[in-house]
């Protein structure tokens, strides 16, 4: 069975640029959470998408979008980038079936803004 | 804001040896508990899932949850240089019916010396 697939996994943006990340998650799996992981801060939740909607949000500025396709795949894009938005930005399914909660992430999408 | 504390380390302990990793949680409806290892350069992959008070034993690892302490932990016997990653503990509190959304500690950055 095939793992999350995110896409790219690493790319170069200078400030004012922006990105758009893909995450294809688990087969059968209908949510996607999107986290950002930077040494200093660590891992904190960006959003999460269920049924092509987004089910909560975390405390990133409006910058930070995201969306999920029918096919459970699904996009997160950042406009004007600044240079602290240097980070690995993982992509996790689940199954979503009952209050397990339980994640599995990506390789993940290594930006680099210069 | 809800918390997820560990110790930063780093914790060395000899092959062969226990392993003993602890965390602390702020929020009294944490309703699932996570453990995740993360090798460098790699991204977090689940080892433990605990749902209730006790201990919760696969393999060479055990976790241990007190919700009354709003205590986790993770043992791992018999300690292998294999383990030597980066632990990161994450607990759910299925804010709106989210599955996503995890609360991630900064994570115990292990080492086992042969």
């Known amino acids: 069975k095939a793992g999350v697939t995110q896409t790219p996994r690493y790319l170069i943006k200078t400030r004012g640029q922006q990105v758009t990340l893909s995450c294809s998650p688990i087969?059968?799996?209908?949510?996607v959470s999107w986290y950002q992981q930077t040494p200093g801060q660590g891992l904190q939740f960006l959003f999460e998408?269920?049924?092509?909607?987004?089910?909560n949000k975390g405390n990133f500025p409006g910058r930070f979008s995201g969306r999920q396709f029918s096919n459970s795949r699904s996009e997160m894009n950042v406009s004007t980038l600044e240079l602290g938005d240097s980070a690995l930005y993982l992509c996790?399914?689940?199954?979503?079936?009952?209050?397990?909660?339980?994640?599995?992430f990506g390789e993940g999408s290594r930006l680099t803004v210069l | 804001q809800k918390e997820v504390e560990q110790n930063s380390g780093p914790l060395s302990v000899p092959e062969g040896a226990i392993a003993s990793l602890n965390c602390t949680y702020s929020?009294?409806?944490?309703?699932?508990f996570f453990w995740y290892r993360q090798y460098s350069g790699k991204s977090p992959e689940l080892i433990m899932s605990?749902?209730?008070?006790g201990d919760k034993e696969d393999g060479r690892f055990t976790a241990q949850l007190n919700k009354a302490s709003q205590y986790v932990s993770l043992l791992i016997r018999d300690s292998q240089p294999s383990d030597s990653a980066t632990y990161l503990c994450?607990?759910?509190?299925?804010?709106?019916?989210?599955?996503?959304?995890?609360?991630f500690g900064k994570g115990t950055k292990l080492s086992v010396k042969p």
């Open positions: 994450a607990v759910n509190d299925f804010r709106g019916g989210s599955q996503g959304n995890l609360i």
């Open positions: 996790a399914s689940s199954l979503s079936v009952g209050n397990t909660g339980e994640l599995f």
């Open positions: 998408y269920f049924s092509e909607t987004q089910r």
């Open positions: 087969s059968g799996h209908r949510s």
């Open positions: 605990i749902y209730s008070n």
């Open positions: 929020d009294r409806g944490s309703q699932s």
